[in-house]
């Protein structure tokens, strides 16, 4: 016998439901928790949401925040915002920090000037600075970019509803936007708990966690529909524990290999997409906890009418058929 | 039993062969990218320079060349959207429009009475007639400057609206004539934007229209977004009007049909002109920085032979009376004719540097544009920086796809080994598919491939689950692993068509980066199907057919 690597033994029969009053518990919290926090510390929005410039500098001198915090003092500019930048792939004599402007007067991105005697400024500290890179976003265009990114976030929850209720029964349709919303919002808590900066590829990472966690609900649901067809006469909770347990090998073995590489990306993959990976790796975590715990704990609360079998799938046919029990499985 | 046919092993193959052949180039992404350099040159210029055929000899020309594009973020460049300001056309518009009205409502002095124009709003043209009982009458006359508007609603509507109050008639354009100002404006505006842009010739940029009244600028490998600001946010208005004075006031009020007009160089000089010009930019043909008789920098310019003509008969007839040449609302000189020009060519010096005269010859070429434009984002990323990126993602991407090889072989043996075989075919893919439509890569693109390796084996992994199971119950190990790929089928294609769902939305909604993001993940899903159930079921098979195992170990 051939060695093999198993993160999950070949047969389980773990009771999902046995700590149910405990995981609604910590779902329940952690989503009221996240909902205080958005409210009391708010989203760290990036200058996509809220207008604005960012100036990455890279020095090499250490980065010395105070220093250019007075440096920028004299210039009126409002809000500024001075964080030193770290990351593993960094020479050592590579200091980087992000410089954030808070937006100016009227719709326009930001004038030449005021970039020009940011930096002017900012070589007063450092004559040898430079700067990678320099964003800058109208206060125009980050109203519409909200907009968008709201109804990015609806659109696809929307869709995947309707997916799942034409593929499933509707009381899967809701367990699944159910867990989703979940992912979603406890996703966000964490961004606002550790003030992470929220921005447009944040809204892509939360849609890539709705994606993955629904890609995990489904294949739970799937077999969970052939179970109920297998099994006509066993009580739905005992189902879907079987279904679970019988896809539990599949979903450990596939949020492991997403979290590989993912943690690769997360440590190698440099600063200035940290946060993008970071949201979708967390998410990764809480989408394979919620369709193991969320969703269908769900669907089980809104119970499912067992006697009618779907009659678009062939295997349920054949079940009705007088040959049943002839199958080969 | 087990069985694929012939043709679809070839088929099979045969993707995977063209894949590689297709995603070769980008393993050899600085010298192919020289030699579509080299023969885009060459094309251009005609000219076969050592350093050129070298470059373009670099890759044979019977390989595929179309390389994966790296999007701003990777490559550096600047990112601008810009914003034009369409309404400033409709003054322009009725402006124009009002020496005609005057004209026409003056031969009709005995009726309408005595004409004046009105304060009103920009864009809007108001004119107070004499006899308010004739309104009527000046309607009449007024809708004789409008003309119906073709749309493609095919409403019969017409250009002007012609509205009045009491003794005032107020005509402004008409929503159908605004629309279709509107387009043409963004059209010659995005024309012009482009002309500029390629004046300076980088390589690809995108100049695209987002919105209504929205251009997309993007242009890699410049050194920052506010010198391309510079180059395409200047107007470039050129004109040559009548000077009627000269003024130290700023404030002073100037007549109907004047303006006024400061000095480029002289501080606190300011030029009273007369509104309509002689000339004007459109009937430049050519702009090139030169040298006056000074040897100051200075810009030599030639008119089209109708702007020639309008010229001429100006200065022949003003000889003695100064004339400004006046770009962007100021006055860059302001000579006194001494005779009349009728060679129709010219010359702007001034005080500038050789840079600007190089600058200002570019802007003069490629033309004004019809309305300012304002700027609503603007990015730029230095190339060491995307550099820095690209490096980052491949380190990330190797370490990411090797982990991930390792588990699968651990976990599932032989079957470990062909999910890994997929996986390569799946990467190989996925950048022949990008070459192929000529995606462009972003840095959230990078992570969306990382992803995909992730993910992609969860296909494989739905499959070699289902057969271990199946093994468990069917007979012999050909059925088993039938079952487990008819089985697993539903919830992969269920899996994948949620996730796909969510692409699509964050393509359709995201924008440059984002839609990066979006586009590798599309294609990371459409591949990792396709080699999940494709190409590890045909190496399954044909293992299995080599082998013919009494008993498979999962």
């Given at each position: 016998m051939a060695f093999r690597l198993k993160l999950i033994p070949d047969q389980t029969s773990f009771d999902f439901f046995r700590w149910q009053a405990l995981t609604f518990g910590i779902s329940a919290f952690l989503m009221v928790a996240s909902v205080a926090v958005l409210f009391l510390n708010g989203l760290n929005f990036g200058i996509d949401f809220r207008g604005g410039t960012t100036i990455r500098t890279e020095s090499a001198q250490p980065v010395d925040v105070a220093a250019y915090r007075d440096a920028l003092s004299g210039l009126e500019l409002g809000d500024v915002a001075i964080t030193e930048v770290f990351d593993p792939g960094?020479?050592?004599?590579?200091?980087?920090?992000?410089?954030?402007?808070?937006?100016?007067?009227?719709?326009?991105?930001?004038?030449?000037?005021?970039?020009a005697t940011v930096e002017e400024a900012l070589r007063g500290v450092d004559p040898e600075m430079t700067f990678p890179s320099v964003e800058s976003v109208g206060p125009k265009v980050s109203g519409e970019l909200v907009q968008t990114a709201i109804y990015a976030v609806l659109a696809s929850l929307?869709?995947?509803?309707?997916?799942?209720?034409?593929?499933?029964?509707?009381?899967?349709?809701?367990?699944?936007?159910?867990?989703?919303?979940?992912?979603?919002?406890?996703?966000?808590?964490?961004?606002?708990?550790?003030?992470?900066?929220?921005?447009?590829?944040?809204?892509?990472?939360?849609?890539?966690?709705?994606?993955?966690?629904?890609?995990?609900?489904?294949?739970?649901?799937?077999?969970?529909?052939?179970?109920?067809?297998?099994?006509?006469?066993?009580?739905?909770?005992?189902?879907?524990?079987?279904?679970?347990?019988?896809?539990?090998?599949?979903?450990?073995?596939?949020?492991?290999?997403?979290?590989?590489?993912?943690?690769?990306?997360?440590?190698?993959?440099?600063?200035?997409?940290?946060?993008?990976?970071?949201?979708?790796?967390?998410?990764?975590?809480?989408?394979?906890?919620?369709?193991?715990?969320?969703?269908?704990?769900?669907?089980?609360?809104?119970?499912?009418?067992?006697?009618?079998?779907?009659?678009?799938?062939?295997?349920?046919?054949?079940?009705?058929?007088?040959?049943?029990?002839?199958?080969?499985? | 039993m087990l069985q694929i046919d012939r043709w679809k092993r070839v088929l099979i193959f045969g993707i995977c062969l063209l894949g590689l052949?297709?995603?070769?180039?980008?393993?050899?992404?600085?010298?192919?990218?020289?030699?579509?350099?080299?023969?885009?040159?060459?094309?251009?210029?005609?000219?076969?320079?050592?350093?050129?055929?070298?470059?373009?000899?670099?890759?044979p020309s019977w390989m595929p060349s179309n390389l994966v594009n790296l999007g701003l973020d990777l490559r550096g460049g600047a990112h601008l959207l810009g914003e034009v300001q369409v309404a400033e056309v409709y003054k322009t518009r009725v402006d124009a429009l009002w020496p005609e009205l005057r004209t026409a409502l003056a031969a009709e002095r005995d009726t309408v009475g005595a004409i004046r124009r009105v304060e009103a709003p920009e864009g809007v043209l108001s004119v107070e007639i004499g006899n308010a009982d004739q309104m009527p009458r000046a309607i009449e006359i007024a809708r004789g400057f409008s003309d119906p508007v073709t749309t493609l609603t095919g409403a019969g509507q017409?250009?002007?609206?012609?509205?009045?109050?009491?003794?005032?008639?107020?005509?402004?354009?008409?929503?159908?004539?605004?629309?279709?100002?509107?387009?043409?404006?963004?059209?010659?505006?995005?024309?012009?934007?482009?002309?500029?842009?390629d004046e300076v010739g980088t390589r690809e940029p995108t100049i695209m229209r987002q919105g209504e009244d929205r251009i997309l600028i993007q242009v890699p490998g410049i050194g920052s977004a506010t010198e391309l600001k510079e180059l395409i946010g200047t107007t470039a208005q050129l004109t040559f009007n009548p000077v009627?004075?000269?003024?130290?006031?700023?404030?002073?009020?100037?007549?109907?049909?004047?303006?006024?007009?400061?000095?480029?160089?002289?501080?606190?000089?300011?030029?009273?002109?007369?509104?309509?010009?002689?000339?004007?930019?459109?009937?430049?043909?050519?702009?090139?920085?030169?040298?006056?008789?000074?040897?100051?920098?200075?810009?030599?310019f030639r008119f089209n032979p109708s702007g020639a003509r309008a010229f001429g008969s100006y200065t022949s007839q003003n000889i003695g009376q100064p004339f400004a040449i006046?770009?962007?609302?100021?006055?860059?000189?302001?000579?006194?004719?001494?005779?009349?020009?009728?060679?129709?060519?010219?010359?702007?010096?001034?005080?500038?540097?050789?840079?600007?005269?190089?600058?200002?010859?570019?802007?003069?070429?490629?033309?004004?544009?019809?309305a300012e434009m304002t700027f609503l984002e603007e990015r730029t990323v230095g190339p060491e920086l995307?550099?820095?990126?690209?490096?980052?993602?491949?380190?990330?991407?190797?370490?990411?796809?090797?982990?991930?090889?390792?588990?699968?072989?651990?976990?599932?043996?032989?079957?470990?080994?062909?999910?890994?075989?997929?996986?390569?075919?799946?990467?190989?893919?996925?950048?022949?598919?990008?070459?192929?439509?000529?995606?462009?890569?972003?840095?959230?693109?990078?992570?969306?491939?990382?992803?995909?390796?992730?993910?992609?084996?969860?296909?494989?992994?739905l499959v070699f689950e289902r057969i271990r199971e199946e093994l468990r119950t069917a007979r012999g190990p050909a059925r088993a692993i039938e079952l487990g790929y008819e089985k697993a089928?539903?919830?992969?294609?269920?899996?994948?068509?949620?996730?796909?769902?969510?692409?699509?939305?964050?393509?359709?909604?995201?924008?440059?980066?984002?839609?990066?993001?979006?586009?590798?993940?599309?294609?990371?899903?459409?591949?990792?199907?396709?080699?999940?159930?494709?190409?590890?079921?045909?190496?399954?098979?044909?293992?299995?057919?080599r082998a013919r195992p009494k008993q498979i170990e999962v």
């Open positions: 960094f020479a050592a004599d590579q200091n980087v920090s992000q410089v954030r402007i808070s937006a100016q007067d009227g719709t326009e991105a930001v004038t030449p000037q005021t970039i929307v869709a995947i509803s309707i997916y799942i209720w034409l593929r499933f029964e509707w009381q899967f349709a809701v367990g699944a936007i159910v867990s989703l919303f979940h992912d979603v919002l406890i996703t966000m808590g964490i961004f606002a708990l550790f003030q992470i900066r929220f921005d447009l590829t944040t809204i892509a990472a939360l849609l890539t966690i709705v994606g993955y966690s629904i890609n995990d609900t489904v294949v739970v649901f799937d077999r969970l529909r052939e179970n109920l067809i297998k099994y006509k006469t066993r009580a739905l909770r005992e189902v879907m524990n079987l279904s679970v347990n019988e896809t539990l090998s599949r979903t450990t073995m596939t949020s492991v290999t997403t979290l590989l590489a993912l943690i690769a990306l997360l440590v190698l993959g440099g600063d200035v997409i940290r946060g993008f990976v970071f949201a979708i790796t967390f998410g990764i975590f809480i989408g394979t906890y919620s369709s193991v715990y969320v969703a269908k704990n769900f669907v089980l609360w809104l119970g499912v009418r067992r006697d009618k079998p779907d009659p678009k799938d062939p295997k349920a046919r054949k079940n009705l058929s007088p040959f049943e029990g002839a199958e080969e499985v | 052949f297709y995603a070769l180039p980008n393993a050899f992404y600085a010298r192919v990218e020289a030699h579509n350099d080299a023969v885009a040159r060459i094309e251009a210029t005609g000219v076969e320079t050592p350093e050129l055929v070298a470059a373009r000899d670099g890759w017409q250009s002007l609206a012609i509205a009045t109050q009491g003794a005032t008639l107020t005509i402004q354009l008409s929503d159908a004539e605004k629309a279709v100002t509107d387009d043409r404006t963004i059209q010659q505006s995005l024309e012009i934007v482009r002309r500029r842009v009627l004075g000269t003024t130290g006031d700023a404030e002073a009020e100037p007549g109907l049909g004047q303006f006024i007009a400061p000095s480029i160089d002289q501080e606190g000089v300011y030029y009273i002109l007369e509104d309509t010009p002689v000339v004007s930019g459109e009937d430049l043909v050519d702009a090139m920085p030169g040298s006056d008789e000074n040897g100051q920098p200075s810009v030599n006046v770009l962007d609302d100021e006055v860059i000189s302001a000579p006194v004719i001494r005779s009349a020009i009728t060679t129709g060519s010219g010359q702007i010096s001034g005080s500038m540097n050789f840079d600007q005269a190089n600058q200002l010859s570019v802007l003069l070429r490629a033309g004004a544009l019809p995307g550099q820095d990126s690209v490096d980052a993602g491949k380190v990330a991407a190797a370490v990411g796809f090797v982990a991930v090889v390792m588990l699968m072989i651990l976990s599932y043996g032989r079957f470990g080994v062909f999910a890994a075989v997929a996986l390569t075919f799946n990467m190989v893919l996925l950048f022949a598919v990008l070459s192929l439509i000529g995606a462009t890569l972003t840095l959230p693109g990078i992570a969306g491939i990382v992803l995909t390796i992730g993910m992609a084996v969860d296909a494989n992994v089928m539903s919830a992969i294609v269920d899996a994948n068509i949620t996730t796909l769902i969510v692409a699509a939305i964050l393509f359709v909604l995201g924008s440059g980066p984002v839609k990066g993001f979006a586009v590798t993940l599309t294609i990371g899903i459409v591949t990792s199907v396709f080699t999940a159930l494709f190409v590890t079921r045909l190496i399954t098979i044909m293992w299995f057919e």
